[in-house]
């Protein structure tokens, strides 16, 4: 497919590699302001507790102590908004109590943010922490989500119950699905938990606040995958800040994952600090604290059931999940359980009726909120685990029982409120099947039962909904922020172009990609465009990057401001050639006039709008700069088939992952490097959900896997190569680009895949009675599972 | 990190002498002690660096052709020097921790240490090591005295540890997830007087040896002569990635895999 | 305070350390070589990797006056003063062995002491050599694919 090296289809080197190589990135930790001063937060050590007193007078006598920060210097500012609001089954809305900056009253998780002590170095800060003692009133802990619904102990007592929202999607279609299990010839039943993880990006969050007092200008300087989102956010709803002096910077970004989206309290706090003292007030998280205090993904506790008929075709489905919601709502955390999740239980099939319940519920956990894939593992999850698991006990194929009942005729509206647009799900399965080579599994199976090896053949197949919009849509569904993207395309005199997008990239490599789709629409060399992000001081307000929406929305909104460029440059053009814009053609840089010979150089048009000294003063105005803002109509709808091989130790149970293959389609690519790198990484952390993590909390309420010691992180030798294919491409229908977005598709589709192997491979091994196993599939679960007869 | 002074003695006399200064800790490579340090865990006074002490760096032999370590002697160093001499402690130090943390640990931290998940407890018990320092020498059978204990006094240093060579050993390793310490690993050493299998990572105690395996491996070096052999659960640690049972049952699995490696 | 003085990356430089600096502290506060990162607190995700008298140390493990006098090199010194990157940096870029960048240097630091100490390691080998340097961005696929292209062979797998 590659035209060339630079434009839309070509594997373009990354020109932020160059930065990243040699050590000149600017993360926000490298950035020191002068005079600034150092913050600490004394956290939380008991999961839930009254918090009767706090006594800072002998920390702020310590040396180098400016001051020691409580819930009571807040009591201007606002909680920490949650940007959507879910309505439960009877029209109510969700339950939304205060998240404090500081603890207030209550801590209610063990992580949670009691006092600021702001000091001259770190170290003093640290020492000054270690002196305050809060009076903290021990209470009993919750921690599982459907434990927490008994509301024995509450989380927010003001609210009188844990329970956030009871969620019924469809409600409409209920009864009939009821009525469809009471006639269906077969039900599958399992019942599952959706580990709960840590997103652990490699960059710890830091945030700088800083103002000037001569301008009156806040400057939050902050590991974020949303400068904009935060300011608002942030400007409007906590500090009271309006945005015009507020200005945020999110510079390169080691890493979000969904963890580096939401408005975190330690974000508000360096920015109220900096104007409370005069001085730059920076902090940087360790690891440790991270794990206590970045949201948290996934933690669903699950029961499906699926109808069939005899021939294996699926009749109904129906699903009863407890999500956890942690101590308190994280920016997105409301619509994640619910219409990221239940809009995608549908799947690739053909399933009419559908019925999804969520009851979300408060525990004494860290909050909990989107994570790589957000909803949609979960969902897919489920659905493909329980497709497996009714394959099995019909005496079906698992890939023939799917292929049964794929979507193939678009476009396909689901009776779970979505449409989509276009797919062809039996290329994407016939091209895993390749690539994985099923055809010489049993050959290597029997080579693995040879040196005592249990091997199995896992199979998947998934849809997933991105470039989350379009805003008028998502606002009755509870967002209470628009979802377009945004972008401005400024033409310099001399031809070069800077393109300022609202998305922001934290490692997805925007800078090459976007310069690739506009040097492809101007014909000029990629080296002459420059994508600037991360700054809302010099972007457009724009939603940020999640939700694999960067190309999708952001793209297509930077496609529109070129367009506009074009067109512009064109009447430009047509007045140097004396004659009409709709003769012009733009190719390579050049604009021509058809059928003719006569042409200008795309840098003769760009010259003479800023020097514009022959040119139609009268019809249009100087300069070659447009902005434009893009609302998509529909989500994107990325599909594929995953496959892949393990191999399990009976004597150990130890799993290894011995080869993975990803057939994705994902409509047009614009840099198939960069796409394959977008998979891999959602497979090793698909993998790691599968096999190794796990956030995992004990009865009092403290996180035992808080440390790299105990929560495993997928490392190089757990992993092997990946096949990776996006060759099966149909294209979305309504973006200008016809993307759909790959970010999150690895970590989606991959989790099923790897659970379904493993069970294979017991199941073909002699080890009948195992027909699930909770993730992750540790090496102890495995060997239990074996052994449990 | 708590305040503190590092000193760099360059003779064994004078680490000793700063040992004398009230909370001086020794720090040798640093790979346990600088995480403990940045948790706030410890508050050492002065840390004395043994690194610059020549005396007790390197590898060498005996005329009795036990092999005489080092105590700040690192884990990569051991891994090189003893590969031929000594192929089963060579091995085992090749798979303490990642290169970066080889480049730096130590095997007299590792030992002074005695984290019951450490590799190196069991290297040393298993091959009935000595245990040298400035005041006396210890057999392996008394240095260990359960988890994160040993016989050391305070300001004793550990000087080095002498190994008899073993006809055949091997270490079988079972890495805990995570951390990559052992979950379980078992050092099984044959010697013409008998065998010897030391156990980390399992018990609440410690390192261990497992008398009943040896035994049997006295009367047959073979992965089938231990087959029928168990621990029992009772005292075996517990925790999120193995229950004591899980344990126990390693015990077996990697003891046979260590002979048969070993064979 | 003291003046501590090494040798970084070829020249020269000195920074003042208190006895619990540690040398990536030294290296990134101290002489503003933020090329070093640091990503945990117990010494396991090797983001801070640097050499030390050529051997490849977690400079978040190590006191700043422990290195005193040392060769130090890092991420900064690995291209050559024209900035013509090294074959390793060359080969993360070509095949793509690096996302978000925040745990490259350590990456590009451990893989040069791998290809030093063996120059033409398998697959394997450079997996296991890896265990200490954690990303969560590209799955290791890359990265292992860009140490074999570094060491002169192409890797197994196809070139997608
Ligand atoms: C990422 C990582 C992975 C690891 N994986 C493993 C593993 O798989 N297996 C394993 O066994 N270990 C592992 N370790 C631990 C590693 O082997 C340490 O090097 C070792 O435990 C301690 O040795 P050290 O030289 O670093 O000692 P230090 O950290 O310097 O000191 C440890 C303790 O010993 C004391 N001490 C040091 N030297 C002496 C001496 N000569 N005499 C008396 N006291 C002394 C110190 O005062 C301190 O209390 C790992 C460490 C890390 C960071
Ligand atoms: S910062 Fe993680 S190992 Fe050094
Ligand atoms: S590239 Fe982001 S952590 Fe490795």
Redesign the interface.
């Given at each position: 497919m590659p035209k060339d090296e630079q434009g839309i289809g070509a594997s373009t080197?990354?020109r932020?590699?160059?930065?990243?190589?040699?050590?000149?990135?600017n993360?926000t930790?490298?950035i020191?302001l002068r005079g600034q001063a150092h913050v600490v937060f004394l956290r939380s050590q008991v999961a839930h507790g009254r918090l009767r007193g706090i006594d800072p007078a002998a920390a702020e006598a310590m040396p180098g102590v400016i001051r020691v920060f409580t819930a009571k210097d807040f009591e201007s500012a606002g909680g920490l908004p949650c940007g959507w609001q879910v309505t439960d089954r009877h029209g109510q809305p969700m339950k939304e109590p205060k998240h404090p900056i500081l603890a207030e009253g209550k801590v209610r998780h063990v992580g949670e943010p009691i006092a600021a002590v702001v000091a001259d170095t770190l170290?003093q800060a640290?020492?000054a922490a270690?002196a305050v003692i809060p009076d903290i009133e021990e209470l009993p802990a919750v921690t599982n989500p459907k434990d927490a619904a008994s509301d024995a102990s509450l989380v927010h007592d003001e609210i009188g119950t844990n329970l956030c929202y009871d969620w019924g999607f469809v409600e409409d279609n209920k009864a009939k699905v009821d009525a469809a299990f009471e006639a269906a010839d077969h039900v599958t039943t399992l019942e599952l938990v959706n580990n709960r993880l840590v997103p652990?990006?490699?960059?710890?969050r830091v945030s700088i606040g800083d103002y000037s007092r001569g301008t009156g200008e806040h400057t939050l300087y902050t590991t974020s995958q949303n400068p904009h989102v935060i300011r608002l956010l942030m400007g409007a709803f906590v500090l009271g800040i309006p945005e015009h002096k507020l200005r945020v910077v999110a510079p390169?970004?080691?890493?979000g994952?969904g963890s580096k989206i939401f408005h975190y309290a330690e974000e508000a706090f360096c920015t109220f600090a900096a104007k409370a003292i005069n001085r730059p007030v920076k902090w940087t998280c360790?690891?440790?604290e991270s794990f206590v205090s970045d949201a948290h993904g996934r933690d669903h506790v699950t029961k499906i059931e699926l109808a069939l008929d005899k021939d294996g075709l699926f009749q109904a489905i129906r699903t009863d999940t407890y999500a956890n919601m942690g101590a308190y709502l994280s920016t997105f955390a409301p619509s994640v359980p619910t219409w990221l999740h239940g809009t995608l239980m549908a799947g690739n099939y053909r399933t009419p009726l559908i019925y999804v319940n969520v009851k979300a519920t408060f525990t004494n956990t860290v909050p909990v909120d989107a994570y790589r894939g957000a909803g949609r593992p979960e969902a897919t999850y489920q659905l493909e685990r329980v497709i497996d698991k009714a394959a099995r006990e019909m005496g079906i194929d698992p890939i023939e029982i799917r292929r049964r009942n794929f979507v193939t005729e678009f476009p396909y509206a689901t009776p779970v409120a979505v449409e989509y647009d276009t797919g062809d799900y039996h290329a994407t399965m016939d091209k895993v099947l390749e690539i994985a080579d099923a055809a010489g599994f049993e050959k290597r199976r029997e080579a693995s039962a040879k040196k005592g090896l249990l091997r199995g053949f896992g199979i998947n197949a998934y849809i997933e909904a991105c470039g989350i919009a379009p805003s008028n849509l998502v606002g009755q569904l509870g967002a209470r922020a628009g979802l377009y993207e945004s972008a401005t395309v400024r033409v310099n005199a001399t031809g070069g172009v800077v393109v300022m997008t609202g998305s922001h990239s934290?490692?997805?490599?925007h800078e090459t990609t976007f310069a690739q789709v506009i040097a492809d629409m101007i014909g000029i060399d990629a080296d002459q465009v420059d994508v600037v992000h991360g700054d809302t001081a010099n972007t457009p307000m724009g939603m940020g990057t999640y939700g694999s929406r960067s190309i999708a929305v952001g793209g297509s909104a930077m496609v529109r401001a070129a367009g506009k460029v074009i067109d512009k440059a064109k009447k430009i053009a047509a007045h140097l050639m004396e004659c009409s814009p709709e003769d012009i053609e733009l190719k390579d840089g050049k604009f021509s006039v058809a059928g003719t010979d006569k042409s200008v150089a795309w840098g003769d048009v760009t010259l003479a709008a800023y020097v514009p000294h022959n040119y139609p003063l009268e019809e249009m105005e100087p300069g070659l700069e447009e902005t434009a803002f893009y609302d998509p109509a529909n989500f994107t709808y990325p599909a594929g088939a995953y496959a892949c091989e393990v191999e399990v130790d009976p004597?150990?149970g130890?799993v290894t992952l011995c080869s993975f293959a990803a057939a994705d389609d994902f409509g047009n690519v614009i840099n198939?490097?960069?796409v394959?790198?977008q998979v891999?990484?959602?497979?090793?952390?698909g993998?790691g959900q599968a096999l190794?993590e796990?956030a995992?909390y004990d009865a009092t309420g403290q996180l035992?896997?808080g440390?790299?010691?105990?929560?495993?992180?997928?490392?190089?030798?757990d992993?092997p190569?990946?096949?990776?294919?996006h060759s099966c491409q149909t294209p979305c229908t309504h973006n200008p680009l016809g993307v759909k977005g790959c970010g999150e598709a690895?970590a989606i589709a991959s989790p099923p895949t790897i659970v379904n192997a493993v069970v294979d491979a017991l199941q073909r091994g002699g080890h009948g009675h195992v027909t699930h196993i909770d993730m992750p599939l540790?090496?102890?679960r495995v060997?239990?599972a074996i052994h449990q007869r | 990190m708590y305040a503190f002074d590092l000193a760099r003695p360059t003779s064994v006399a004078d680490a000793l002498k700063a040992l004398q200064e009230e909370d001086a800790q020794p720090l040798a490579g640093g790979q346990t002690l600088v995480p403990t340090l940045k948790a706030r865990l410890a508050a050492p006074s002065t840390l004395v660096s043994l690194r610059g002490i020549s005396e007790m760096q390197g590898v060498c032999h005996d005329d009795q052709g036990r092999i005489h370590i080092g105590a700040a002697t690192t884990h990569a160093a051991v891994e090189r020097e003893v590969a031929k001499d000594y192929p089963g402690l060579a091995a085992l130090a090749g798979q303490i921790g990642d290169p970066a943390v080889r480049n730096r640990g130590t095997i007299g931290g590792s030992l002074a240490n005695n984290d019951p998940s450490a590799c190196y407890p069991a290297a040393a018990l298993g091959s009935g090591a000595t245990i040298v320092t400035n005041a006396r020498e210890i057999p392996a059978d008394d240095f260990f005295e359960g988890m994160f204990t040993t016989v050391l006094e305070e300001d004793e240093l550990i000087f080095s540890v002498r190994f008899p060579v073993p006809k055949v050993s091997a270490y079988a390793k079972f890495a805990q997830p995570a951390s990559r310490f052992a979950l379980t690993g078992v050092f099984v050493a044959q010697f013409d007087d008998g065998v010897r299998v030391a156990v980390t990572g399992a018990s609440e105690d410690g390192v261990f040896r497992w008398s009943e395996a040896e035994d049997a491996l006295g009367r047959d070096f073979s992965a089938d002569a231990v087959a029928g052999l168990s621990v029992p659960a009772e005292g075996m640690i517990g925790d999120l990635h193995g229950t004591p049972e899980y344990r126990a049952h390693l015990v077996g699995v990697m003891t046979r895999r260590a002979v048969a490696a070993a064979g | 305070m003291t003046k501590v003085s090494m040798t970084v990356n070829g020249k020269p430089a000195t920074a003042e350390a208190k006895g619990n600096t540690l040398l990536v502290d030294y290296l990134r506060e101290g002489l503003g070589l933020t090329g070093t990162h640091v990503g945990c607190d117990t010494s396991q995700c090797g983001a801070c990797v640097v050499h030390v008298d050529g051997e490849a140390v977690k400079a978040c493990s190590i006191f700043a006056l422990e290195a005193e006098g040392a060769e130090i090199t890092t991420i900064e010194g690995m291209a050559a003063p024209d900035g013509t990157l090294s074959a390793i940096q060359q080969a993360f870029q070509d095949y793509h062995g690096l996302q978000c960048g925040f745990c490259t240097p350590g990456m590009v630091m451990s893989a040069a002491a791998l290809l030093k100490e063996n120059p033409r390691p398998s697959e394997q080998e450079v997996r296991d050599y890896l265990e200490g340097n954690l990303c969560r961005c590209t799955g290791y696929h890359n990265i292992v694919r860009a140490i074999m292209a570094a060491s002169g062979q192409e890797s197994a797998v196809a070139a997608e």
């Open positions: 080197k990354r932020e590699d160059i930065r990243f190589l040699t050590g000149d990135g993360y930790d490298d020191n170290e640290r020492d270690e652990n990006a490699m960059e710890p390169d970004v080691g890493g994952f360790q690891r440790g934290h490692g997805q490599g004597e150990t130890k198939p490097m960069i394959d790198g891999h990484g959602g497979i090793g952390q993998a190794m796990a995992a035992v896997t440390s790299y010691m105990d929560y495993t992180m997928p490392r190089a030798d992993l190569y990946y096949a990776v294919d690895g540790t090496p102890l060997w239990q | - | -």
